[in-house]
């Protein structure tokens, strides 16, 4: 723990966490839940019914204005003149070097109206950037943080469980869709990105809702032993849907084409924060790249250890024994001749060789309906 436990914030659900007998860790300057009843049972809860996490520590950026588009074109790698109103896109904030600075969702709530959310420990820098960036436009950029909670309902009987309580109607909304309605008598916006590789919903309620919609969902889903997760279960749920973490797949070292996420660049929209930087790699090629691995000795690789391949040496990202699957798994800046699928590496765990082979990702990919 780096930080003062006096100094780290909270969300509005932390007196609920300590009811609920949450084991409580620093993350990034906040006072989070990592697990309540164990990592494991939490992630098999969201993986076979539902669990229900508190992710309000992430960061809200409300943007308007008659420039609000070509603002966020700017400031964004995705092409955000694709996106219509009531949709979300997944993107990144990038250095002048084309590395990133975060990633993030641009949800369009309206003609010129977005909501931007990041990642908890980088709201601050990013917010300094999107305020550089953000002059000369006519644009209003506010840091709305402190006025949102967020809960997250993920798993197969989310619908089941949310549906009762809004007058909304969630099958109608798409993936990486949202609308703005009310749950349980709580104005909320209502969206279906998911961070697990399960179906399910975020809730974006004011903090002051939170606390009662948090205990009512869990009410509304006690027959279907609906657990509350934490930041633990978060984390193996979404490397085994190979999502990027960042801090740990993704900081300011790396581009996202190096990331594997050269979908989210969209080089032909025009000029944006890092575009100069990637148009030369794109040219040069990428001397590395992010790979899913498997071990194939005991043990589990973990963010930082050494991978040895044909090519040279790569570092881990991060690493998991899969609750899933079954065996440890993990990410790895390996050099790009050594990403193809089949591929054999060696990682030093901790001064003891462990053979490892590059295999497809996402890890888990849920079934889904016809």
């Known amino acids: 723990m780096t930080t003062a436990t006096s100094a780290l914030k909270r969300t509005p659900l932390y007196d609920m966490h300590r009811q609920l007998g949450a084991k409580m860790v620093d993350f990034g300057g906040w006072e989070m839940p990592v697990e309540y009843s164990g990592i494991r ?16 520590h992430m960061g809200e950026f409300e943007v308007e ?34 590395t990133f600075i975060d990633d993030l969702l641009v949800y369009r709530r309206g003609e010129d109206r977005y909501l931007l959310v990041v990642n908890a420990g980088n709201t601050p820098k990013d917010f300094a950037h999107a305020q550089e960036i953000a002059k000369g436009y006519d644009v209003r950029l506010t840091n709305a943080s402190d006025d949102y909670a967020l809960l997250a309902l993920q798993g197969p009987k989310a ?14 909304i798409p993936y990486y869709g949202f609308v703005e309605g009310a749950v349980s008598g709580a104005l909320a916006i209502i969206s279906r990105t998911g961070y697990t590789g399960e179906k399910g919903f975020e809730l974006y309620v004011d903090p002051g809702d939170a606390p009662r919609l948090f205990r009512e969902i869990l009410d509304a889903g006690r027959a ?9 279960a978060r984390d193996t749920l979404r490397l085994e849907a190979k999502m990027a973490l960042y801090g740990h797949d993704i900081d ?7 990331a594997d996420l050269g979908w989210i660049v ?13 148009a030369r790699q794109k040219e040069q090629g990428l001397s590395k790249k992010l790979a899913g691995f498997e071990l194939v000795d005991r043990g589990i690789a973990r963010q930082g250890y050494a991978t040895k391949s044909p090519s040279g040496a790569g570092v881990v990202t991060s690493g998991i024994p899969s609750p899933t699957l079954g065996k440890s798994i993990g990410l790895a800046y390996l050099p790009i001749a050594d990403t ?10 901790r001064g003891r060789p462990a053979r490892a082979r590059v295999v497809e990702t996402p890890f888990y990919k849920r079934e889904r309906a016809s």
């Open 41 to 56: 049972e939490e992630h098999r809860a969201v993986r076979e019914r539902a669990g229900l996490f508190d992710v309000s």
């Open 65 to 98: 204005g008659k420039d609000a588009l070509a603002f966020l074109q700017r400031l964004t790698t995705n092409d955000v003149g694709k996106l219509a109103v009531g949709r979300i896109q997944y993107s990144a904030m990038l250095t002048p070097r084309g």
């Open 159 to 172: 619908e089941e469980i949310l549906a009762p309580m809004t007058n909304s109607d969630l099958s109608a």
């Open 224 to 232: 279907s032993n609906v657990l509350p997760a934490g930041l633990g």
């Open 252 to 258: 300011d070292t790396v581009t996202p084409l190096e």
């Open 266 to 278: 969209k080089m032909g929209k025009g000029d944006f924060e890092g575009r100069e930087a990637l």
């Open 340 to 349: 193809a699928i089949g591929t054999e590496l060696t990682i030093d765990l």
